[in-house]
């Protein structure tokens, strides 16, 4: 390493690692040009199994191993792609935005761990003798030096971006060594503090390509849209001369000649793509056109003169077993989730992604911002200090980052704005890379949250912003200057899906659809990092002994590790589905999903930006108490975007009675698609007919004392207590109220959010342990009334909670009457009742809301309907434990042989183990099952919100403490 020198010391001679903290992107490495998948020249992976030498610091040994001749006795082997800490050499490091290491740029630690690999391998026996070849790296993380057949082929900087050497005059037929030396960190690791594990090592492909005579060097393609007129125009520039072909369109022309003709234009919602080919004298490379317009019009962002409404999500890449190291199915997999879930824009935070992934998004649709590998959110702690984006040392750096990001991706349709980066503040090096950007390719608009001025950029990107915010953007009431006050905004980020969430989702949608300046947003985070771990199930910071880490902040997205969507992602689906079905007119005269189709009809509005909903075909199905009665085709005209029409239903099948009755519509896929297949949903909602009477009660027993117990109808109760101990011959332990729920991230929240953090100041108050005093056990003609406070130790505020037990002879009426005492300054977290049964309890039944979990601001998703699971699958197993599972809106319920109706409906709740439990345990592994099934009904929740990194649950979601009452109706389950 570099040694500082005191005035008038002379240097040390350059070491054969300076170039570890070199600021320069590197040396020896080709110009960036396009990617392209294939051509019908060959190609070899080297990808497979590698030769692998873990040293603890960058010099602890020489480069010998790069010597033709060496062999590597003692090594151990490593998969490339691959990170080596998850591989069994070293461990991973996560931190969220601090530096592991001290902030000295460029200089990095002495205990850097290095990486030597080693790969040997022969040429096919058909590989061409003439023209050349050429060694790619895909992604090797922080900075790599290369050697092949003992030859220095030079170094580089910028892990998620490719890099080229040529190395034809040094390839032999057999016996090929390829060395490569992997440095941890490096001067480039200060450009890359991207809220991610730090991965070292080659995590993206290896390929030898070989470069025939007069083969495709680089090469843009053009192919913009008119949509007025219907026509599109292609230009194909190449620094080789050749021919462009597209047997489609019938064009045959030379590169550099526009053609223009009718076409049918790309979309995320029509990825029109047509083949075609660069055909020079040496190679023919396939092109996959769309045709499309990106422009910033009336102060919008347009494709095709279309303003958009982004509908998107951030996308860090992750694998729980290979980190950053993804294959093709893992890709797919989660195009093909994005695409079922209503999702049509990535955000590819916070680099670009394997090129593969971009071949996806044109083929199956999806818009992109293509972000830069810069991130120096560090320098946060110290006011911005000595910031790289600010140094002009840097900002050849800077801009070999971007070069290789549009050199590399400037071909794909999908790719509508470049992303200079994300958190490094503001400088002069940004200004650099948005100016040559913009005189490289003007055919897309630019993007970077940090600038709020919109010096550079194209668009008013912010992150969490609160709903009152972003309205008052939305009227354009926010300030600023004159050219941000012109432009569109994005929430870049928004919606934070750590844990249990995020909350609001819908509010904000609402805002972005009332609001023409509000261009939409995308959902922080796709997938959780968890790494997968014998431990703890799944681990994440901290696990690893990291000297700083950042926890389970690296948990969040509406994803778990192992790709099961997220109760946050089905929500989400729901939020943005582009076909918006409403009922009938509520009380204010607005029409609204959720009402009863009163006049008997629904509004259908085509929410797509492009499409008409031809592809789609409608039903409904009507059910009473959560059964289906009869469904059938709904009839729906031909709407273009943003167009309505009430449709007619039939009339209602059968009279209710007395039961809940509602319709159900559902848009689905009329024939499969590349991303779904026939009949699946894209759209939904139901529509209240009719809503149940409270379940009708008459006391009419009488309670009998026999000893140490009372009996009240079939409720068996401790006579000096007054708990409840069985019902109908089922246990029973409790109920009692209970105002506590295991703390949600969001709940938590983080400590530089505005609103108030709940979770904490719960702890604080003490809600966790809260005291229960019997006052008194009354029984009269009819009854059995336990008075009680409940209050936490401390405190002088208290919760006086009265226990009214009726009973009509079979059934066992519970009314709990609330009185709140003192100031209560917080909402409550719950307020309900918790009962305990016997653990053989295992199966549920309920009519209300399901399948999944809901709570006030998280619950758009959810359909009435009569559910069934077990125990265990009602558990939603966030990484981090935390409060989950509840179901809202429950009518009745059924567990373990007993029967509860609620009056008013309930949210319903049960697990194998305790709140206090759940809000001990920091993985999953530590949840273990007791004796008992505990079950929650609650009469409120608080709601979810989004703070574990944007706003708090909104007001009308919080569960402010007043005068309550709520009663259930308990009975034996029968037959």
């Not at 771990?533 to 926890?551: C, K, P, S, T, V």
């Not at 719950?830 to 009962?835: E, N």
């Amino acid at each position: 390493m570099t040694v500082r020198t005191s005035p008038g010391t002379p240097a040390s001679p350059p070491s054969a690692t300076d170039y570890v903290e070199d600021v320069s992107p590197g040396s020896g490495a080709l110009p960036p040009r396009a990617r392209y998948a294939h051509s019908d020249a060959r190609s070899l992976s080297l990808n497979g199994r590698w030769d692998f030498r873990l040293s603890p610091t960058a010099d602890a040994e020489d480069d010998s191993f790069a010597a033709e001749g060496y062999e590597p006795e003692g090594w151990a082997g490593v998969d490339v792609p691959g990170h080596w800490v998850l591989q069994g050499h070293g461990t991973p490091v996560y931190t969220n935005h601090l530096y592991p290491f001290p902030v000295d740029p460029p200089h990095v630690p002495t205990e850097n761990p290095t990486g030597d690999h080693l790969r040997r391998f022969d040429l096919p026996a058909d590989w061409p003798a003439e023209g050349g070849s050429v060694l790619r790296f895909d992604g090797v993380e922080s900075c790599a030096r290369v050697w092949l057949n003992g030859t220095d082929l030079g170094e580089f900087k910028g892990s998620r971006l490719p890099h080229e050497f040529p190395v034809g005059q040094l390839l032999r037929p057999g016996g090929n060594v390829l060395a490569v030396r992997v440095h941890q960190w490096s001067a480039g690791s200060y450009l890359e503090d991207q809220d991610q594990w730090w991965l070292p090592g080659i995590f993206r492909d290896v390929t030898l390509l070989h470069r025939p005579p007069g083969g495709v060097l680089d090469f843009f393609v053009h192919a913009s849209y008119d949509h007025r007129r219907g026509l599109g125009t292609l230009r194909v520039d190449s620094d080789v001369d050749g021919r462009v072909l597209v047997p489609g369109l019938d064009i045959d022309v030379e590169t550099g000649t526009p053609v223009t003709l009718a076409v049918l234009p790309w979309t995320a919602e029509t990825p029109r793509l047509y083949d075609g080919e660069l055909v020079t004298a040496g190679e023919r490379v396939p092109l996959r056109i769309g045709f499309r317009t990106v422009e910033l019009r009336d102060g919008l962002i347009t494709v095709n003169g279309t303003p958009l409404l982004f509908k998107g999500v951030n996308r860090h890449e992750w694998h729980p077993e290979k980190g950053r190291a993804l294959d093709p199915e893992t890709m797919l997999a989660d195009v093909l989730l994005m695409k079922r879930h209503n999702i049509n824009a990535v955000r590819t935070s916070h680099y670009p992604p394997h090129p593969a992934f971009l071949d996806l998004c044109d083929t199956h649709g999806l818009w992109v911002i293509d972000e830069c590998d810069l991130e120096t959110h560090g320098f946060t702690e110290q006011g911005w200090r000595d910031n790289p984006v600010d140094d002009p040392r840097w900002t050849p750096a800077l801009l070999d980052r971007a070069e290789r990001m549009v050199e590399r991706d400037k071909n794909h349709p999908s790719v509508i704005l470049w992303s200079l980066g994300n958190e490094a503040g503001t400088g002069r090096g940004l200004t650099a890379m948005a100016e040559w950007i913009r005189a490289r390719d003007p055919s897309r608009l630019l993007h970077y949250e940090g600038d709020h001025d919109c010096r550079d950029t194209d668009v008013y990107s912010r992150m969490y912003a609160d709903h009152a915010e972003v309205e008052r953007i939305g009227r354009h009431e926010d300030g600023g200057g004159l050219r941000r006050r012109r432009l569109p905004l994005i929430l870049c980020e928004y919606g934070h899906a750590m844990g249990n969430g995020p909350g609001g989702l819908a509010d904000y949608q609402r805002l972005f659809t009332s609001h023409d300046r509000l261009q939409g947003g995308f959902v922080w985070e796709w997938i959780d990092h968890g790494i997968a771990d014998e431990r703890h199930g799944f681990a994440y910071g901290g696990d690893f002994g990291e000297e700083l880490h950042d926890g389970n902040f690296v948990c969040d997205g509406l994803l778990f590790p192992d790709r099961t969507p997220s109760p946050g992602l089905v929500e989400y689906k729901k939020v943005v589905e582009p076909v918006h079905i409403d009922g009938g007119d509520s009380p204010s005269g607005e029409r609204r999903e959720g009402s009863g189709a009163r006049d008997g009809t629904v509004r259908v509005t085509n929410g797509y930006d492009f499409t008409g909903l031809s592809h789609l075909e409608f039903a409904w199905s009507y059910e009473v108490d959560g059964e289906r009665v009869e469904s059938g085709p709904l009839a729906v005209p031909a709407l273009a975007p943003g167009e309505s029409a009430d449709v007619k239903l039939p009339p209602p099948p059968v009279d209710p009675g007395d039961a809940w009755a509602g319709w159900t519509i559902r848009a689905a896929l009329a024939e499969e698609t590349s991303w779904g297949p026939r009949g699946h949903v894209v759209a939904r909602a139901q529509l209240v007919v009719k809503e149940p009477a409270p379940p009708s009660f008459t006391p009419s027993a009488v309670p009998v004392r026999g000893g140490r117990t009372v009996t009240l109808g079939p409720g068996t109760f401790d006579a000096r207590t007054g708990a409840l101990l069985s019902v109908g011959g089922v246990e029973v332990t409790g109920p009692r109220l209970d105002v506590w729920r295991a703390p949600t991230d969001n709940d938590n929240g983080a400590h530089w959010q505005p609103d108030a953090r709940y979770g904490p100041l719960w702890r604080k108050l003490g809600l966790h342990r809260m005291r229960h005093r019997l006052d008194t056990v009354e029984t009269g003609d009819d009854f059995l009334t336990v008075r009680t406070r409940v209050a936490p130790a401390a405190r002088d505020v208290g919760l006086g909670t009265v226990y009214r037990w009726t009973s009509d002879g079979t059934r066992l009426r519970l009314t709990v009457s609330v009185a709140p005492e003192g100031h209560w300054a917080l909402p409550l977290p719950r307020l309900g009742v918790r009962l305990g049964l016997p653990g053989s309890a295992d199966r549920v039944t309920w009519l209300g809301g399901g399948p999944g979990e809901g709570y006030p601001d998280t619950g758009s998703a959810s359909l009435h309907g009569r559910w069934e699971s077990t125990v265990d699958a009602m558990q939603t197993p966030y990484v981090r434990p935390q409060e989950n599972g509840a179901r809202p809106g429950v009518r009745w319920a059924e567990i373990g042989g007993l029967r509860i109706e609620g009056d008013p409906d309930f949210w319903f709740t049960a697990r194998r183990w305790t709140s206090e439990q759940l809000d001990a345990a920091e993985h999953r592994t530590e949840l273990r099952p007791g004796d008992t099934v505990w079950v929650n009904l609650d009469h409120g929740q608080q709601g979810i919100g989004s703070q574990s990194c944007g706003p708090g649950a909104l007001a009308r979601y919080q569960l402010r403490v007043g005068p309550a009452e709520f009663s259930f109706v308990f009975s034996a389950v029968t037959g």
